[in-house]
């Protein structure tokens, strides 16, 4: 009876150190699934098009906004930093020196506005649901119109804060001193958009 | 005496004679221009490095990230894309007085305009979303994540930028092309016939 209880409890001692194994070498690999990080692979750059031009680039612009939005009832938080030019199409440009004085018209504004390409230009600091049965995760079409909404923001603040005015009077003065000094004769510019001919950019 | 120094006339003569044809026979530099030339070129050569900076061409990259965060219980990859711009352009500030020189006579200009300079300008703001497998355990990707692909991508693009030159031959020959039409239209309109070079 002795020997039977003593051989009951060596195997139960056996099995409950399998068992023990077994789950310590269970949570061991599930921690490590768990903490391994996501691998990112990059393809190789393909060049989608080249487009050859003759602009003359007036404004260069930097800057670094904070952006705040809400969409479908999340909130997303980030940091952006920006770049873009505003710049003259030269070729369309149409000079007439046939007279005693040049004229020309100054052409629209060619805007661009883009995400910088330093490191860390865009940066997501924090996103919630203002709903508490709802998940705070954006998708990529929600953190695509939260792009596009900030990029038209943006736009409209360079046109508000004269930074298109800025860049027309700029283009206007360096083409009316240049072709000034090529024709010898005096130069009249037309500009009937001081304030900018148009909001249309690049996206 | 009066034979030496009748001698010395027609030396005089002679050298006033044949020198002077041969000056005029001397290809335009600036410095045998008129008073009136050399205000012109001293005019334009200034109101060309005044111009800042001239852009000739553009190109556009696309640049592709994959993030696998596959675990034993559910996969989870999503593919992305967006797309960079570079611009190739002369900063016509670093145009020296010797990079223009005209021939008045002949009407044609030589100009050697600044080497094309190529950078980053941007890139696209949204980011196209091109496969995702999400499994039913696993949480959908969100937008740290997101930048953070793009942001790989972005580093790795500007490595790539480093290391293969065949993206900036690219761009920088078109814009050369570019600028060399652009340039010669432009002095044709006031009858010069230019030959554009590049540092």
């Known amino acids: ?203 | 005496m009066k034979q030496s120094v009748s001698l010395l006339n027609i030396l005089t003569f002679l050298m006033l004679a044949f020198g002077g044809a041969s000056c005029s026979d001397t290809s335009g530099s600036k410095d045998d221009a008129t008073p009136d030339m050399k205000a012109f070129h001293s005019d334009l050569y200034r109101e060309l490095t005044r111009t800042d900076r001239m852009v000739f061409a553009s190109m556009s990259v696309t640049k592709t990230a994959v993030t696998d965060d596959s675990k034993l219980w559910g996969k989870r990859i999503g593919v992305y894309s967006y797309d960079t711009y570079l611009r190739a352009s002369v900063d016509m500030s670093r145009f020296s007085p010797d990079d223009l020189i005209f021939d008045d006579d002949a009407h044609t200009v030589t100009v050697t305009l600044p080497p094309v300079e190529v950078d980053l300008s941007g890139r696209d703001m949204t980011l196209r979303e091109e496969y995702t497998n999400i499994g039913l355990l696993r949480s959908r990707f969100g937008s740290a994540e997101r930048a953070k692909a793009k942001e790989a991508a972005n580093k790795d693009f500007k490595k790539e930028l480093a290391r293969n030159d065949s993206f900036k031959k690219i761009i920088t020959e078109r814009a050369q092309n570019k600028a060399r039409d652009y340039f010669r239209s432009f002095f044709e309109s006031n009858g010069y016939e230019a030959t554009i070079n590049f540092k």
Do not use: W
């Open chain 1, 1 to 203: 009876m002795k020997k039977y209880i003593i051989g009951k409890i060596i195997l139960y001692a056996f099995l409950l150190l399998i068992l023990g194994v077994a789950v310590t070498a269970g949570y061991r690999y599930l921690s490590k699934e768990f903490r391994k990080p996501p691998v990112t692979t990059v393809r190789p750059a393909v060049v989608k098009d080249v487009k050859t031009m003759a602009r003359l680039c007036t404004v260069d612009i930097y800057s670094e906004l904070p952006v705040l939005d809400t969409i479908n009832g999340k909130v997303i938080m980030a940091v952006q930093k920006q770049r873009g030019s505003v710049s003259f199409d030269l070729e369309k440009l149409h000079v007439d020196s046939s007279g005693d004085t040049v004229r020309f018209c100054l052409p629209p504004e060619i805007v661009e506005l883009y995400e910088a390409t330093d490191d860390d230009a865009y940066e997501v600091i924090d996103t919630k649901s203002l709903s508490m049965f709802r998940s705070g995760t954006l998708t990529n079409a929600e953190d695509n119109t939260v792009k596009r909404r900030l990029h038209a923001r943006s736009l409209e603040r360079l046109y508000k804060d004269g930074v298109i005015a800025n860049a027309r009077k700029e283009g206007r003065q360096q083409m009316a001193r240049l072709f000034s000094a090529f024709y010898r004769k005096p130069v009249l510019v037309t500009d009937s958009t001081p304030r900018g001919a148009s909001r249309v950019s690049a996206q």
